[in-house]
């Protein structure tokens, strides 16, 4: 026990106190003047965090999660679109190397733009493939 002195008449001898690990305080009483006054317990143990259980169900999935088949429509689309995306902007180059003419600002401006949006829906595609994966060598499936 730490040494206390009593807040009455200065004593430090008190009577043995019981206090359950799980109590944070504890209670003794002076010796001398009998007076009772309140301590931390030194054998106190926090109770451990308890740990909230998830059921197996619809209810468990995220809110946010998507499921296998959002996935795969969106790799199918990303994918298309990428195809699509990258055929118009190879033409488009194509066009604009060809043209000799001294001002190709919005023939060039087309040209980059389907190559940035070719890759957006690459990226797209390829994130939906990877999730996918990732999914299946977790034993994920919703």
Same mark, same amino acid.
């Given at each position: 026990?730490?040494?206390?002195?009593?807040?009455?008449?200065?004593?430090?001898?008190?009577?043995?106190?019981?206090?359950?690990?799980?109590?944070?305080?504890?209670?003794?009483?002076?010796?001398?003047?009998?007076?009772?006054?309140?301590?931390?317990?030194?054998?106190? *143990?926090?109770?451990?965090?308890?740990?909230?259980?998830?059921? *197996?169900?619809?209810?468990?999935?995220?809110?946010?999660?998507?499921?296998?088949?959002? /996935?795969?429509?969106?790799?199918?689309?990303?994918?298309? /679109?990428?195809?699509?995306?990258?055929?118009?902007?190879?033409?488009?180059? =194509?066009?604009?190397?060809?043209?000799?003419?001294?001002?190709?600002?919005?023939?060039?401006? %087309?040209? =980059?733009?389907?190559? %940035? +949006?070719?890759? +957006?829906?690459?990226?797209?595609?390829?994130?939906?493939?990877?999730?996918?994966?990732?999914?299946?060598?977790?034993? =994920?499936?919703?």
């Amino acid at each position: 026990m730490q040494a206390h002195k009593c807040p009455n008449c200065g004593a430090s001898i008190f009577t043995d106190y019981v206090a359950d690990s799980s109590q944070r305080k504890m209670k003794i009483s002076c010796v001398y003047c009998d007076s009772r006054f309140t301590i931390d317990n030194p054998d106190y *143990e926090p109770p451990a965090p308890a740990h909230q259980r998830v059921e *197996e169900h619809a209810s468990a999935i995220p809110y946010n999660a998507s499921t296998e088949w959002d /996935l795969k429509v969106s790799r199918a689309v990303g994918y298309t /679109l990428f195809g699509i995306f990258l055929f118009s902007s190879a033409s488009m180059w =194509i066009a604009v190397l060809r043209d000799n003419s001294t001002n190709r600002s919005i023939s060039t401006g %087309l040209a =980059i733009a389907f190559t %940035l +949006l070719s890759g +957006l829906f690459y990226f797209i595609g390829n994130r939906s493939a990877r999730k996918i994966k990732r999914r299946r060598a977790a034993g =994920i499936f919703y």
